[in-house]
């Protein structure tokens, strides 16, 4: 029952948050450091979750001491990993797009209503696995964990992204192809580890 109810809220989640990227990418409300700060605060808003399951539910938790060093490493990485994102991706990636680094701007400071609502499906989601004492087994290695691969890759797509489109038409061209183009590499990669998660979890529940 507690894996049916994940897959659903995995599935929707999924669901709403390829709905809203999409509606930012007709309305030309997005950009990398959108998709790389959205997939940076869905790790953060995890970890709190398993902040919030080690101090109420650690009679749940096997081995206390892994779990709680993996929190600690998870919070420094994710510290490193908000400056950098931030100062390359929000900051000097569209510095001469005005446009573009205003959007970065809103979406920092929590003023753009379909990241927002984004975030909103992701907590509902975290939630329903900290209520399901779905958290216990957290991944002792943090470097292997899913939100932090997905991490890595996203910026290394947005290096290349950076690094090969033509500077002249990334910093002043705004149009839906520009944008769909820049950020359907992001939104696939999202899709395939959610969606894999969900197929990993319901194969194990199977062999059980």
Not at 29 to 49: A, D, G, N, Q
Request: proline share 1%; aromatic share 18%; glycine share 2%.
């Amino acid at each position: 029952m507690r894996l049916q109810s994940f897959l659903k809220t995995s599935y929707v989640s999924l669901l709403f948050m390829t709905f809203f990227t999409l509606m930012t990418i007709v309305n030309n409300e997005i950009s990398v450091f959108y998709m790389i700060y959205l997939f940076w605060f869905h790790e953060f808003i995890r970890t709190l979750i398993s902040i919030a399951f080690y101090i109420f539910k650690r009679d749940k938790i096997a081995d206390k001491q892994t779990y709680y060093a993996t929190l600690k490493s998870k919070l420094f990485i994710l510290c490193i990993y908000f400056i950098f994102i931030f100062i390359f991706f929000g900051l000097m990636l569209d510095w001469k797009n005005n446009e573009l680094l205003f959007i970065n701007l809103q979406v920092l400071m929590l003023q753009h209503t379909l990241f927002n609502l984004t975030l909103i499906t992701f907590s509902l989601r975290e939630l329903l696995l900290f209520f399901n004492d779905d958290l216990k087994n957290l991944n002792g290695n943090v470097f292997l964990s899913k939100g932090v691969i997905i991490l890595h890759i996203s910026i290394i797509l947005g290096i290349l992204i950076w690094g090969f489109l033509p500077k002249d038409w990334y910093e002043n061209t705004n149009s839906n192809i520009l944008s769909g183009l820049v950020i359907a590499p992001f939104l696939l990669l999202k899709m395939f580890f959610e969606i894999k998660e969900a197929q990993y979890k319901d194969a194990l529940e199977k062999t059980v």
